[in-house]
């Protein structure tokens, strides 16, 4: 927090498919797909499309990340750890999901180990898991951005000109503005919502 000028810029999106993606998928399964692992799947694309948010800044030169590894936080009961899924961007929902069900296991007994707790590029933490909702994420050394997903909650909102009551689910994206402008935040913002919204 010292050493890195944060700006956090806030958006919702809906979360509909998302959530019909969840349960379609956990349908008949004997463990519930993390609603972690779609956001992975989802946001991959956007990472790579916005290689910036998947960097490392080292003094004055900045390192674009081939791989995405992307950390998990997960909350212990000895307080948050952000594990690490490696090659996100090989992995199918399926793959993604037993990995962060491993990882989260590993890290609640205590039994992970710590080479899964280092090396993430890109970070999403989960708040809606505890009933948060905005925040501002501190952004984990070695990384540009991190990712905070709220609780969907039932809202007034206005659609198709109509006040309606829906879900919305709040983001929050803190970026290392060394690296990343207003403007480029803002985009990757609206590029992760219409990745959420489109989920299949």
């Known amino acids: 927090w010292q050493e890195i000028p944060h700006v956090t810029t806030f958006g919702t999106a809906d979360p509909t498919a998302l959530l019909a993606a969840r349960s379609r998928l956990t349908a008949g399964g004997a463990t519930p797909i993390p609603v972690e692992a779609l956001l992975v799947h989802a946001i991959v694309p956007v990472l790579v499309a916005h290689?910036?948010?998947?960097?490392?800044?080292d003094g004055d030169y900045l390192l674009m990340r081939k791989q995405l590894d992307i950390g998990v936080a997960v909350d212990t009961p000895e307080g948050l750890m952000v594990a690490v899924v490696r090659s996100a961007d090989s992995r199918d929902v399926a793959d993604l999901s037993a990995e962060i069900v491993r990882l989260a296991g590993a890290a609640k007994a205590r039994t992970i180990a710590a080479a899964d707790l280092r090396g993430a590029t890109f970070t999403i933490s989960n708040i809606g898991a505890?009933?948060?909702?905005?925040?501002?994420?501190?952004?984990?050394?070695?990384?540009?951005a991190i990712l905070s997903v709220g609780r969907a909650e039932e809202k007034p909102v206005v659609r198709d000109g109509k006040i309606v009551v829906a879900r919305?689910?709040?983001?929050?994206?803190?970026?290392?503005?060394?690296?990343?402008?207003?403007?480029?935040?803002?985009?990757?913002?609206?590029?992760?919502?219409?990745?959420i919204e489109g989920v299949k």
């Open 51 to 57: 290689p910036e948010f998947n960097a490392t800044l």
């Open 130 to 144: 505890v009933g948060g909702g905005y925040g501002t994420p501190i952004i984990p050394y070695g990384t540009t």
């Open 168 to 195: 919305e689910m709040p983001l929050s994206l803190s970026y290392d503005h060394r690296v990343i402008d207003g403007a480029r935040g803002r985009a990757f913002l609206a590029a992760v919502v219409t990745a």
